[in-house]
C-alpha cells in the first residue's frame, strides 16, 4: 500500500522550542492558526502555544530512536492502558506504535502505583537534557554570533512566572522587538518556555524566522523513492522500507497529547466520569487554568467518545 504524505501549512515564524525540536528531532512546525492571524503573531495571549513541560508533546518513538533516548515513559502507560483494558489490541498498538514486545516490559504492577509516571518522567528527563545539550549550543552560537536573528516581547525585569500575567494586563502594548546578539547567553535561555532572561531582562514568546532556521538546520535528507502528486496529498511510491506508523497527534493547534494522558490518568484512577458532560465541563476549565485556551464542548466531547464506548460502556454491561 503507497504512503499518503498530506500538505500542511507553514508558520513564517516558529517558536525557539519548535527551533530545538525541529534541529534535534527534525519536528517540523506547524502553523497555528486563531481567527484572522497565526498564533505566533497574534495579540491574543492566551491562545500562545509555549508550554512548561515536555508532557504536552512527549517524544515518538521514532523521535527517541533518532536520539539514542530510551522511549518516554507516557510510551509505556499507553501500552500500560491498553494492556489493562483492551488486551485483545496489544500487539495492534505495538505495531502502530512501531514498537517490539521486547523494547518494553508490560505488565508491571508499578505502572499503577500513584505518581509512577511522574516518577518515571523525572527519571527520563536528564537523558533528554544530555541529548538537547548538543543542540542547544548550535543554536545558542547561531543567535549569539547573528545568524540566526530572534525577536521577543521585552518585559524588563520580570520573571517568567509572571510573564502571561503581564502580557494579559499589557496585551498588544507589548510588541515584539529584535533581540541583539549580544544579548544571549547559553544558560539564560529557556528553550521549554521559548524564552530568556538574561541580565535581568526577560524576553518571552521568542520567534525565528523558519527560512533561516531551515537554512542553518536542514537535518539529514534521505531519499526514498518516487513522489506523485494527488490533490492536496503526495503518494510516496517504490518505498524499500516500510515507515512505521506512530501514534496520531491530534489537532496541532490544540495539545491533544496532554489530554489524552490525563484521560489515561483519570482511568488509572477510577475518577472518569460516568456523565460525559460532566467530564466535557471538566476538560473545558483543564484546558482554561493548564494552557490558557479556549475549546469547544463539540471538539472535547468528540476526543472523549472512543473512551466513553470503550471502557464506560464496557463497566455497564
Same mark, same amino acid.
Given at each position: 500500500m503507497p504512503t499518503f504524505l498530506h500538505v500542511v501549512e507553514l508558520p513564517q515564524r516558529c517558536f525557539l522550542r519548535e527551533v530545538l525540536l525541529w534541529a534535534a528531532f527534525q519536528r517540523l512546525p506547524i502553523a497555528e492558526p486563531v481567527l484572522d492571524n497565526e498564533v505566533r503573531e497574534t495579540a491574543i495571549i492566551n491562545n500562545y502555544c509555549v508550554r512548561s513541560e515536555l508532557h504536552g508533546d512527549f517524544l515518538s518513538v521514532s523521535e527517541c530512536r533518532r536520539a539514542g533516548l530510551p522511549l518516554h515513559p507516557l510510551i509505556k502507560l499507553d501500552l500500560e492502558l491498553c494492556l489493562r483494558f483492551e488486551p485483545d489490541? %496489544? !500487539? @495492534?498498538? =505495538? /505495531?502502530?506504535l512501531g514498537v517490539t514486545s521486547e523494547e518494553i516490559d508490560l505488565g508491571a504492577e508499578d505502572a499503577w502505583q500513584p505518581h509512577y509516571c511522574d516518577q518515571a518522567v523525572d527519571a527520563w528527563q536528564p537523558h533528554y537534557d544530555r541529548a538537547m545539550e548538543y543542540f542547544q549550543s548550535q543554536i545558542f552560537l547561531a543567535l549569539r554570533d547573528g545568524r540566526l536573528k530572534a525577536t521577543g516581547r521585552l518585559l524588563g525585569e520580570a520573571k517568567l512566572s509572571d510573564a502571561l500575567a503581564i502580557m494579559e494586563?499589557?496585551? *498588544? $502594548? %507589548?510588541? *515584539?522587538? /529584535?533581540?541583539p546578539g549580544d544579548f544571549w547567553s547559553l544558560r539564560g535561555i529557556d528553550f521549554g518556555n521559548s524564552a530568556a532572561c538574561i541580565g535581568g531582562q526577560l524576553y518571552c514568546f521568542i520567534t525565528c524566522g523558519l527560512d533561516e532556521v531551515m537554512a542553518l538546520f536542514p537535518g539529514d535528507r534521505q531519499p526514498v523513492g518516487d513522489v506523485e502528486r494527488v490533490g492536496d496529498s503526495f503518494v510516496l511510491q517504490n518505498v524499500t522500507e516500510r515507515p512505521r506508523a506512530v501514534a496520531s497527534r491530534g489537532r496541532p493547534s490544540l495539545p491533544w497529547d496532554?489530554?489524552?494522558v490525563e484521560i489515561a490518568s483519570l482511568l488509572r484512577? #477510577? !475518577? =472518569?466520569?460516568? $456523565? $460525559?458532560? @460532566?467530564?466535557?465541563?471538566?476538560?473545558?476549565?483543564?484546558?482554561?487554568?493548564?494552557? #490558557?485556551?479556549e475549546v469547544s464542548r463539540s471538539a472535547i466531547g468528540q476526543k472523549l467518545t472512543p473512551y466513553y464506548d470503550r471502557f464506560l460502556k464496557r463497566q455497564k454491561i
Open positions: 489490541r %496489544v !500487539d @495492534a498498538r =505495538l /505495531n502502530e494586563e499589557r496585551g *498588544p $502594548k %507589548v510588541q *515584539p522587538t /529584535n533581540i496532554s489530554f489524552h484512577e #477510577g !475518577d =472518569l466520569s460516568e $456523565k $460525559k458532560e @460532566a467530564t466535557i465541563q471538566y476538560f473545558q476549565e483543564w484546558f482554561q487554568r493548564r494552557e #490558557g485556551i
